[in-house]
C-alpha cells in the first residue's frame, strides 16, 4: 500500500513601489493614472498584484507503477502600490490617502489568498497522482492537472476583480474627506 505523498508549499511576497507626487486627491489620481501599472487589458490600474506558481515533485517506483512521492509548491507574490512621496505636505489628504492605502492592500492580499489557495491545491492534485505504468504518463497527467488549476486561478482572480470592482466595493476609492 502506498504512503500519501509529503507536500511542501512556500510563500513569498514582495512589495514594489511606483512614486507619484500632489497635494490634492486629483493631483495623486492623475499621477496615479500616469504612473501606475498598465496591464493586459490596457487599463492602467492603482495597483496589481502578480503571482508565479513553481512546483516540483519526485516519483516513486513501487511494482512497476509510478505514484508522486513528494511534491513542492512554491508561491511568489508581488505587490505592485503607489508610493505618495510627500504626503507631509498635504494636510487633511493624508487622512484619505491613508485610509485608501489600507483599502487597497486590503484588495491586493484577496489576490494573494487566492494564489496561495490555489497552490494548495496544486500540491493535492499532484499528491494523489498514483498508479502509472510510466513516469512519462504521470508527468502529462500531472502537467494536465496543473494546468487546470491554473487556468481556474486566472479565472478566480478575474471574478474577484469584477465581484469587488477591483477593490471598490472594499473600500479601495481616493477620495477627499
Known amino acids: 500500500m502506498r ?3 509529503s ?3 512556500k510563500v513569498k511576497e514582495k512589495y514594489e513601489y511606483y512614486d507619484i507626487e500632489g497635494v ?6 492623475k499621477a496615479i493614472n500616469h504612473n501606475g501599472t498598465k496591464w493586459g487589458d490596457g487599463i492602467t490600474y492603482a495597483a496589481v498584484t502578480t503571482w508565479n ?7 516513486t517506483d513501487d511494482d512497476g507503477r509510478c505514484s508522486v512521492k513528494a511534491v513542492r509548491t512554491s508561491v511568489e507574490i508581488v505587490y505592485h502600490l503607489p508610493r505618495w512621496l510627500s504626503p507631509d505636505s498635504a494636510g487633511t489628504l493624508l487622512s484619505s490617502w491613508n485610509d485608501y492605502m489600507a483599502h487597497l492592500k486590503k484588495h491586493e492580499f484577496g489576490h494573494k489568498e487566492i494564489a496561495v489557495k490555489s497552490a494548495g491545491e496544486i500540491n493535492e492534485v499532484l499528491a494523489s497522482l498514483q498508479n502509472f505504468k510510466n513516469e512519462s504518463d504521470l508527468d502529462k497527467e500531472a502537467k494536465r492537472r496543473t494546468n487546470e488549476k491554473l ?11 469584477a465581484k469587488t470592482r477591483h477593490g471598490a466595493t472594499q473600500g479601495a476609492v481616493l477620495a477627499s474627506q
Open 151 to 161: 487556468r481556474e486561478l486566472k479565472d478566480l482572480q478575474v471574478a474577484y476583480d
Open 7 to 9: 507536500c511542501e508549499l
Open 3 to 5: 504512503s500519501e505523498a
Open 53 to 59: 506558481i513553481h512546483y516540483d515533485y519526485d516519483v
Open 24 to 29: 490634492t486627491v486629483g493631483d495623486l489620481q
